[in-house]
């Protein structure tokens, strides 16, 4: 009887408990978001009615992947809030995409129309049994007339045929309804896979002076967040100025969608850790070229090469496809979890990763791991940021750099991992433009535009879509740390502006000088403006530099070029009217001893 009374007072409790958190749970807004280039700020609005005195708030629509250390929530005076409380609801249905349930509701309409399929095989099939069942009997019986058997036999054959007819039909209509499931099942997995919408929700213990409806603020940052720059560059010939329109690939799979909200992307990082910043001693140095590593040394010693506080000491690289984050508790599989761009990626997906293409680097370990993956990040997790092929390659100074852009629209972007394209803002750069062209390396000319105080523009490091006279002619990149008081800006081809190099054999020869082979070469350039504007033209070519005594290089004509003795470079700069083409010529000779070879071409 002692146990039956506490049985149902528990379950009077529970049922108690539940009934009060349904009463007071409360769904938030996302209002405001912060992006950066790696992670982000949000901030939800929620409102709800209290009662004097003591209660437990519940606030759902909050994103599962928090940094719990930034979590801050905000009340009016009147409340006083005695404890917050993060946890994911693991028992809510999942929350399905209007794609998920519109492809669950076409494989519910095709499976019933498979089954309907299949009764008529069946029915069919059954008749086709009756009909050879009877046409034996038949066959069997005796006293029929010859007409009457021959009129017999045309219906079971008629039928029959009737019969097989519609079952193969039946068969075929069978297996393209068959294929349709197929496809449909394939496109459900597809959209699940995207689909990372799922919930968090923070538990609030309050006290309230009065009965009073209050506003709550939630902010926190989340790190399954980013943007990346890119441009548009615009010439609409080469009179005018360049236009050139700022945009950002934003995407996020915090696993809430961002409706209508206040989006502002800023190229700062956000804060990881609570300690005030401590400025150490910068130290200054030339950066040397490095040669791409070997692929098969993998992403994972290249975590090594990243300056990111104390995450260095977090993170022991023991193999070249091992990582292990230090102090984190081992198990029978002592890897970590790894987070690339906010998605899980196996062990070894990540070893393949190219170390130049990895932007940044954060190992989580203990809480902080656990309560953003839960337990299966009990051994730490690796969280790493690619560049997507947008960053620079080597180390810059855009860090320095804290430009926020406010899109004052609402904006959407929802929680499957698309990057969503925001324009954020144009601008008009006078340029200097000028056609090049190398035609021993390339027979094409390009378009270059050279652009001085650039740097008021506030560029970042980003590729760029070419708009040329409304033609999308290729991409391009915009590099503002490898360039100097001008930059310098490939604006793509122009077919019409064309260029030949040819060798003359006429003015080409090979002599012998006693035990020297002398070879004179020459070569004739013609370059022609095909368009309706003038144009600035720079061409380069060049002659062979001797590194050897016994071979002796003579420039014989320049071709009226500028010349770099130094490094043998030819530079003819040009001014072409409208039609007009221009043919230059140079030529050199090498001596060298007659047993050697050399390639001259």
Not at 145 to 154: G, I, R, T, W
Not at 425 to 439: D, Q, S
Request: hydrophobic share 35%; with cysteine; aromatic share 8%.
């Amino acid at each position: 009887m002692r146990k039956l009374f506490i049985v149902a007072a528990l379950m009077f409790s529970v049922g108690r408990s539940y009934a009060g958190d349904e009463k007071n749970t409360v769904t938030s807004t996302v209002k405001t978001v912060t992006v950066y280039r790696s992670g982000a700020e949000m901030i939800h609005a929620a409102n709800a009615n209290l009662v004097k005195g003591s209660s437990e708030l519940i606030i759902e629509g909050i994103s599962n992947s928090i940094d719990i250390n930034s979590l801050q929530v905000n009340c009016p005076s009147a409340v006083t809030i005695l404890g917050v409380e993060f946890s994911n609801q693991y028992l809510v249905n999942e929350m399905k995409t209007p794609a998920i349930k519109k492809i669950e509701d076409s494989i519910e309409n095709i499976k019933d129309v498979i089954q309907r399929t299949d009764i008529s095989i069946a029915t069919t099939d059954d008749l086709l049994s009756v009909l050879k069942s009877n046409k034996e009997i038949k066959g069997s019986q005796t006293g029929l007339s010859v007409a009457e058997l021959m009129k017999l036999m045309d219906y079971y054959k008629l039928k029959s045929s009737e019969l097989q007819n519609d079952l193969s039909a039946l068969k075929v209509k069978r297996q393209k309804q068959n294929e349709l499931l197929a496809k449909l099942n394939n496109q459900l997995q597809e959209e699940q896979r995207k689909n990372t919408k799922s919930a968090g929700r923070i538990i609030l213990q309050l006290s309230a002076a009065l009965n009073v409806n209050s506003e709550f603020t939630i902010s926190y940052l989340t790190y399954n967040a980013y943007w990346i720059p890119y441009y548009d560059l615009k010439v609409d010939n080469i009179k005018s100025p360049l236009k050139i329109v700022y945009k950002a690939k934003i995407s996020q799979t915090t696993g809430i969608d961002w409706n209508k909200v206040k989006l502002s992307l800023s190229t700062s990082s956000p804060t990881q850790y609570g300690a005030a910043p401590l400025l150490r001693s910068w130290f200054l140095s030339y950066i040397n070229p490095v040669a791409r590593m070997d692929r098969q040394l993998s992403a994972m010693n290249s975590i090594q090469s990243f300056d990111m506080k104390k995450e260095l000491d977090e993170v022991v690289v023991t193999g070249y496809n091992t990582v292990k984050v230090r102090g984190a508790s081992t198990n029978a599989n002592s890897q970590p979890l790894y987070i690339v761009n906010g998605a899980e990626m196996s062990q070894q997906d990540y070893s393949r990763l190219a170390p130049e293409s990895i932007k940044s680097v954060d190992v989580l370990k203990d809480a902080n791991a656990t309560s953003l993956y839960g337990s299966r990040a009990a051994n730490g997790v690796v969280v790493t940021i690619l560049k997507d092929g947008l960053d620079d390659y080597v180390t810059v100074a855009d860090s320095e750099l804290d430009l926020t852009y406010d899109i004052e629209l609402p904006y959407d972007v929802p929680t499957n991992g698309k990057q969503q394209i925001a324009t954020l803002k144009e601008a008009e750069m006078n340029g200097v433009f000028k056609y090049y062209a190398v035609p021993k390396l390339d027979k094409e000319a390009y378009l270059l535009a050279e652009i001085s105080d650039w740097e008021k523009l506030n560029l970042l490091p980003g590729e760029a879509n070419i708009i040329f006279e409304g033609t999308y002619v290729g991409k391009s990149f915009i590099d503002p740390a490898t360039t100097s008081d001008t930059l310098n800006l490939t604006l793509g081809k122009d077919k019409r502006v064309v260029v030949k190099r040819e060798k003359l054999m006429d003015f080409s020869s090979t002599k012998f000088l006693g035990s020297n082979k002398l070879q004179t070469m020459t070569y004739e350039l013609t370059v022609k403006n095909n368009k309706k504007d003038a144009i600035n033209f720079i061409l380069k070519d060049q002659f062979p530099i001797s590194t050897n005594k016994e071979i002796e290089v003579e420039l014989l004509s320049d071709g009226g070029a500028l010349n770099n003795k130094e490094i043998g470079v030819l530079t003819w700069k040009l001014q072409l009217a409208p039609g007009e083409s221009k043919k230059l010529r140079f030529s050199y000779s090498v001596k060298y001893p007659k047993g050697k070879t050399l390639n001259l071409n």
